[in-house]
């Protein structure tokens, strides 16, 4: 199966997005993609998320949407049929690993310990999400599992900024980070997509200014 992060490689930073209304969805998503951001994570943690990520998978062909927050068997087949094209879980159980490897999508489940990361491992699955990447150790827990663990590969989400991603992003195993600070709640409030844009296209140089300063 295709990995998420072969999905869209030249993008550093995966927004995570929170739609209230999903009217807002399809112009939000093209200033992301603008900006630079093409693979974009809808939360399921409203109740227009899943409209949301249906308007954009028909309107904003050069977007890759994908759904978070998928923690159940239901909602891996509810994103999966509104045309997600991949998915984001906090965390995995059997059943649902089994959910989500089913479904055909590529997926990142999520870890937070090196047991965890061990168990995917056995079970084939390589990328995944670390979560909640700050309150979870932060960037010396994943320079740590890098040497032991050197075919596992994270996406870490969850209290991660402008100013820490770069850190993260200069690992050997993150090829990207989770984020929503070009998503501030007045921008998205004010329907200030050309804001958005512009915080995007900074987020999307800062692989480039990592290479440039190793």
């Known amino acids: 199966m295709t990995s998420v992060f072969d999905l869209a490689p030249q993008a550093p930073v995966v927004p995570v997005v929170v739609i209230e209304d999903a009217a807002d969805a399809v112009p939000l998503a093209r200033a992301l993609v603008a900006g630079g951001l093409p693979l974009i994570e809808i939360t399921l943690r409203t109740p227009a998320a899943l409209d949301a990520v249906r308007a954009v998978a028909a309107e904003v062909p050069e977007a890759v949407v994908g759904a978070g927050t998928v923690v159940t068997a239901e909602a891996v087949a509810a994103a999966a049929g509104a045309g997600a094209r991949f998915l984001v879980s906090p965390g995995w159980t059997e059943r649902l690993l089994g959910a989500l490897g089913d479904s055909g999508v ?108 190793g």
């Open 106 to 213: 590529p997926f990142l489940p999520g870890v937070s310990t090196a047991s965890e990361v061990v168990a995917l491992l056995e079970r084939g699955v390589e990328a995944m999400k670390f979560f909640p990447a700050e309150a979870a150790g932060g960037v010396p827990y994943l320079k740590s599992l890098a040497g032991p663990l050197p075919g596992a590969r994270f996406c870490p989400t969850g209290g991660i900024s402008a100013g820490s991603a770069p850190a993260y992003l200069s690992l050997p195993n993150v090829p990207c980070v989770g984020g929503t600070w070009m998503l501030p709640p007045d921008a998205l409030a004010a329907r200030d997509w050309p804001r958005v844009e512009a915080l995007a296209r900074e987020a999307s140089g800062l692989r480039g200014a990592v290479a440039t300063r």
